[in-house]
């Protein structure tokens, strides 16, 4: 028998057989507890939590939500007034389906956004926030309408671009069993894609010129990480980006060295290394004192003292 995925389903990566189309597809063995579903709307009843800040984040620390946390930073880096809370969404434990995430995204996906100053404006998808934003405190979106025109250009070029990505990593890396044919389609793509961007920064400094802005913020988290080693396990040996695309190479580095991008980078991570990881931020202060491995430090540290008490 097939295996059940948690995401909904039959876990398509254990099963060889060949599909037989029906006349009209229906969901097998339908899981109320998997997550992908073939309706959409709340789930359970839930609020969302409100912070003291203009702008209210609910996201998780994947390559679309970090695209908005690495531009709240670099709007505060800027001096802007742009700040923000930045709440936890478990996409594993399903929140993103409670009434109050869907209320802002009835679309059930993160980032969402809500901008208090504009009396609970509710902006998602990714783009559409990295644009809001942009807009709104006037920065890292080109003056010169033939730059901005290349700005979006590369902008939704990460949109349209970046599933395929997504679907490399789902096959290459997270499949239980490896198949051949969605491998080679996706790698096939993905390598199309850092090609075409190789070739682009062959000749420029950043995807609209000269300019740093929110196409480079948009796409680092995914190509920007792939090429860096940072996504899936060894994936850039498998797409052999050291020989192939080192100007990629050359643009991603020199992003990843912006201290805004630093700390964005590490903004509702649940994984990787325990100092890079920032459940929440909701203060400046987080970087320095709420980091996982300064709260286990802290824990540590508190029960120690514990100990020491009782036995004093």
Same mark, same amino acid.
Request: proline share 6%.
């Given at each position: 028998?097939?295996?059940?995925?948690? *995401? =909904?389903?039959?876990?398509?990566?254990? !099963?060889? $057989?060949?599909?037989?189309?029906?006349? #009209?597809?229906?969901?097998?063995?339908?899981?109320?507890?998997?997550?992908?579903?073939?309706?959409?709307?709340?789930?359970?009843?839930? /609020?969302?939590?409100? =912070?003291?800040?203009?702008?209210?984040?609910?996201?998780?620390?994947?390559?679309?939500?970090?695209?908005?946390?690495?531009?709240?930073?670099?709007?505060? $880096?800027?001096?802007?007034?742009?700040?923000?809370?930045?709440?936890?969404?478990?996409?594993? !434990?399903?929140?993103?389906?409670?009434? =109050?995430?869907?209320?802002?995204?009835? !679309?059930?996906?993160?980032?969402?956004?809500?901008?208090?100053?504009?009396?609970? +404006?509710?902006?998602?998808?990714?783009?559409?926030?990295?644009?809001? +934003?942009?807009?709104?405190?006037?920065?890292?979106?080109?003056?010169?309408?033939?730059?901005?025109?290349?700005?979006?250009?590369?902008?939704?070029?990460?949109?349209?671009?970046?599933?395929?990505?997504? !679907?490399?990593?789902?096959?290459?890396?997270?499949?239980?069993?490896?198949?051949?044919?969605?491998?080679?389609?996706?790698?096939?793509?993905?390598?199309?894609?850092?090609?075409?961007?190789?070739?682009?920064?062959?000749?420029?400094?950043?995807?609209?010129?000269? &300019?740093?802005?929110?196409?480079?913020?948009?796409?680092?988290? *995914?190509?920007?990480?792939?090429? +860096?080693? /940072?996504?899936?396990?060894?994936?850039? #040996?498998?797409?052999?980006?050291?020989? &192939?695309?080192?100007?990629?190479?050359? *643009?991603?580095?020199?992003?990843?060295?912006?201290?805004?991008?630093?700390?964005?980078?590490?903004?509702?991570?649940?994984?990787?290394?325990? $100092? $890079?990881?920032?459940?929440?931020?909701?203060?400046?202060?987080?970087?320095?004192?709420?980091?996982?491995?300064?709260?286990?430090?802290?824990?540590?540290?508190?029960?120690?003292?514990?100990?020491?008490?009782?036995?004093?």
């Amino acid at each position: 028998q097939p295996a059940m995925s948690k *995401w =909904g389903g039959t876990d398509v990566s254990n !099963n060889d $057989e060949p599909y037989v189309l029906p006349k #009209v597809w229906k969901w097998e063995k339908p899981d109320p507890e998997s997550i992908n579903q073939p309706t959409s709307g709340a789930r359970f009843e839930r /609020k969302l939590p409100v =912070g003291k800040h203009p702008l209210q984040l609910y996201s998780l620390g994947t390559p679309n939500g970090r695209k908005i946390t690495i531009l709240l930073e670099e709007l505060l $880096e800027a001096g802007k007034d742009a700040e923000y809370d930045a709440w936890l969404i478990q996409i594993g !434990n399903k929140d993103q389906f409670s009434s =109050g995430f869907v209320e802002v995204n009835p !679309n059930s996906k993160i980032p969402a956004m809500v901008d208090k100053s504009a009396g609970d +404006l509710k902006v998602f998808e990714s783009g559409s926030i990295l644009l809001y +934003l942009a807009e709104k405190f006037d920065s890292f979106l080109p003056k010169d309408p033939a730059t901005r025109v290349q700005a979006m250009n590369w902008l939704f070029f990460n949109i349209g671009s970046a599933p395929y990505v997504g !679907n490399f990593g789902h096959f290459y890396h997270y499949a239980h069993q490896k198949q051949r044919y969605p491998i080679n389609r996706f790698t096939m793509e993905t390598k199309r894609q850092l090609d075409v961007l190789n070739k682009h920064l062959e000749k420029n400094e950043y995807l609209a010129g000269d &300019e740093y802005s929110i196409a480079d913020i948009a796409n680092f988290p *995914w190509h920007g990480s792939l090429v +860096l080693g /940072k996504s899936y396990a060894d994936s850039d #040996v498998f797409l052999n980006v050291r020989e &192939e695309y080192p100007h990629v190479i050359r *643009w991603a580095k020199s992003i990843a060295e912006r201290p805004a991008v630093k700390r964005g980078n590490i903004v509702n991570r649940t994984s990787g290394p325990l $100092e $890079e990881r920032l459940r929440e931020r909701h203060d400046a202060s987080d970087f320095e004192t709420k980091t996982e491995d300064k709260l286990q430090q802290q824990s540590t540290s508190e029960e120690g003292s514990r100990k020491r008490a009782k036995t004093s």
